[in-house]
Each structure stands twice: as structure tokens, then as C-alpha cells.
């Protein structure tokens, strides 16, 4: 199994301020995935970024992939309450996927 | 926009019964999968398939079989459900090729 490990596990923050999560995986893939799930609904696919790229945007969105490290950190900027979800990473190897277990994401009105 | 749709929102089952869940998607795509998701746990992939009547198993299969008849349905059956088995259960699908999931919104099994 090619599980990643996020941290923080939760992340509570104010509106306005930036988020930051980080995920760690332990083989070789094909490109990393971020998804979000928001409370007790389905997972919706944010970015995805390819192993032979550094780094990525997306709106608020910023992604960053070090191959040497085996890791990757999502930021979101200028968070909004409605930014309050759990993000997972996923990394894809020869067509299957294996998810981290997740940061939980708090953002403050 | 890909949908896939996940038949029952919830569902509470006895233990020994068998279970059928149901997954549909409506926009041809080769692969389809099935995960649980539990605390803590993150999701774990439970089968998957890249075309009709394939199937592969995934990282916790015991206690399961999955079924592809056509391209666009993928069920997951649990042959006698247990109490171990009360888990949330999410389907996905994607195109062959390094592309993201579309996910279902989900079925949350209890079983009693």
C-alpha cells in the first residue's frame, strides 16, 4: 500500500490567513492528487499534479511536489469559512489510488 | 459534469445478510473503484476495475466481491455482513490515464 501521512491531523485558523497542509508518501508515483470532502459527503477533486512538475495553481489554490523528499503541501490563500472541509492527498501509480488520512480543516468567521 | 451516483444515502443491514451496493456512472469511464472510509483511517481501496467484467482486488478485500456487468455499474456486495463492516463507503471512477476521480456522494452502511 502506498498510504501518505498528512499533517497537521486538524488545522484551525481565521478567515483570512493562509492554510497550509502537508503530505507525505513512501513510493515512487505517478502524479499526486488533492481532494476535498466536506462533512459526511463524497470527495471533490481539487488539483492534480504530475510527478515531473514542481508546482501548481489553481485559483486560491497552490500545490508544491518535491519527488526527493516524497512530498507535497497544499496551500490555500485567504481562506474563507467555507473553506472548512477535510483535504486529503492521493498519490496514483499505474491507475490505482491510495488516499492519506486526511487534515481537518477549521476556518473562523 | 460526471456524475456518479451511489444507489442509498443510508443504509442499516443485519449482520449475515447480504448486501448489494450500487454505483453508477454516465460518462463512459474505464475505471471504477470502491473505498471505505473510516476515522482516523483515511479511505482504504477495497476493489477496483479498468474494464467490464475485470476486477482487481485493493488493500482490504476480505469480505467482499465486486461485480462489473457493464461499463458504466459497479457493484460491491457483501457476501454476510458483520458489525465490522459499518463504515462509510464511497465509489469513484475515472478515465484510463493519469486523470482524477469523480467521486459518489457516498453510502453510510450500519450494520446491526
Known amino acids: 500500500s502506498q498510504q501518505g501521512e498528512e499533517d497537521p491531523q486538524a488545522l484551525s485558523i481565521q478567515e483570512g490567513e493562509n492554510a497550509t497542509m502537508n503530505c507525505s508518501y513512501k513510493t515512487s508515483i505517478n502524479n499526486l492528487q488533492w481532494y476535498r470532502q466536506n462533512s459526511g459527503r463524497g470527495l471533490v477533486h481539487l488539483i492534480l499534479i504530475r510527478s515531473n512538475e514542481r508546482e501548481k495553481h489553481s485559483g486560491r489554490l497552490r500545490v508544491t511536489l518535491d519527488t526527493s523528499k516524497k512530498s507535497s503541501s497544499l496551500l490555500i490563500t485567504a481562506s474563507r469559512a467555507a473553506d472548512t472541509a477535510s483535504y486529503f492527498c492521493?498519490?496514483?501509480?499505474?491507475?490505482?489510488?491510495?488516499f492519506g488520512a486526511g487534515t481537518r480543516l477549521t476556518v473562523k468567521p | 459534469d460526471v456524475k456518479v451516483t451511489q444507489s442509498s444515502r443510508y443504509l442499516v443491514k443485519r449482520t449475515g445478510e447480504k448486501v448489494f451496493l450500487e454505483c453508477v456512472q454516465d460518462?463512459?469511464?474505464?475505471?471504477m473503484f470502491w473505498y471505505r472510509q473510516d476515522p482516523g483511517l483515511g479511505l482504504r481501496l477495497i476493489y477496483f476495475?479498468?474494464?467490464?467484467?475485470?476486477?482487481e482486488k485493493g488493500d482490504i478485500p476480505e469480505g467482499y466481491s465486486v461485480s462489473r456487468e457493464k461499463k458504466e455499474r459497479f457493484s460491491l456486495i457483501l457476501e454476510s455482513a458483520s458489525t465490522n463492516q459499518t463504515s462509510m463507503y464511497l465509489c469513484?471512477?475515472?478515465?484510463?490515464?493519469?486523470?482524477?476521480?469523480?467521486f459518489g456522494s457516498g453510502t453510510r452502511l450500519t450494520v446491526v
Open positions: 460518462m463512459d469511464h474505464e475505471n
Open positions: 492521493a498519490m496514483e501509480r499505474n491507475n490505482d489510488m491510495r
Open positions: 476495475s479498468y474494464d467490464v467484467k475485470m476486477k
Open positions: 469513484a471512477s475515472s478515465l484510463a490515464g493519469y486523470y482524477g476521480y469523480t
